[in-house]
């Protein structure tokens, strides 16, 4: 299924982080990192506005899904981006990301399980399809949970959890398809979720987007080898949700 969205207009984007070789946006969902040519009808991409935001050429070093919201690091130079590039390649930087999922999680699950790359009809015609599956690692957290006397399907009460993904590689759709597999799909997604679950978050908290937020990103700076830490706030939205399925309401208990 598409995950195309309604068009949006997206304001100027919010600075989390900058330095002489580094800059950090938080990244809107609904918002494509940079242009692609299935998405021809887009006006919009992170990567072009933060370049006009700032004045100067950025070099995208990671990705974030369309739907996923949050963090998002960019070179200022070739050779800033080759270095941190590095970083990615030897797992040296540690990411952090809130999922808001249908059911119980469990406190605390390592999940190794190889996913075989998800081709795309389009744009990955000429690529091998008999790929063997890669590598991939999630820890998952469950911080919050909620039930709600609330009937879907055959069940009286519906059940959520609030759960911390660790990524250890980066698969494409790792987390969404890794929490799939646990029975755990998140709220919002059209490709791995519940449908039914969807459809209760859209109409009775107006919610249209997919509930993954990349809260956190972590590394050893390359040239001053300080620690960096940078965060995006989960929004007034998800807070509100948070405080109707009674939990905290302020961006400090994330």
Request: proline share 6%; with cysteine.
């Amino acid at each position: 299924m598409n995950e195309r969205l309604a068009p949006v207009e997206f304001a100027e984007l919010e600075i989390l982080y900058r330095d002489e070789n580094y800059i950090a946006i938080n990244k809107p969902s609904g918002l494509l990192v940079h242009r692609s040519f299935l998405d021809k009808h887009e006006t919009q991409f992170a990567m072009q506005m933060l370049r006009d935001q700032i004045g100067q050429h950025v070099f995208p070093v990671h990705r974030l899904d369309r739907p996923t919201s949050g963090v998002l690091l960019f070179a200022l130079s070739s050779e800033a981006a080759r270095d941190i590039n590095q970083l990615f390649i030897d797992n040296q930087i540690t990411k952090r990301y809130l999922a808001l999922v249908r059911g119980f999680a469990p406190e605390s699950v390592f999940l190794d399980k190889p996913l075989k790359e998800q081709l795309d009809k389009i744009a990955d015609k000429f690529a091998a399809q008999d790929k063997a599956p890669q590598q991939a690692q999630t820890q998952f957290n469950c911080l919050y949970q909620a039930t709600l006397p609330i009937p879907i399907g055959n069940y009286p009460t519906v059940r959520y959890s609030l759960v911390e993904c660790f990524p250890k590689t980066g698969r494409k759709h790792q987390i969404r398809r890794h929490l799939k597999h646990l029975s755990l799909p998140i709220i919002g997604d059209v490709n791995h979720g519940d449908n039914q679950h969807n459809q209760f978050f859209r109409e009775h908290f107006a919610l249209r987007r997919l509930m993954l937020f990349a809260t956190e990103l972590n590394f050893v700076h390359p040239y001053t080898q300080q620690p960096i830490n940078i965060t995006a706030p989960l929004g007034e939205a998800m807070l509100s949700i948070c405080t109707q399925l009674g939990w905290p309401n302020q961006e400090k208990d994330y």
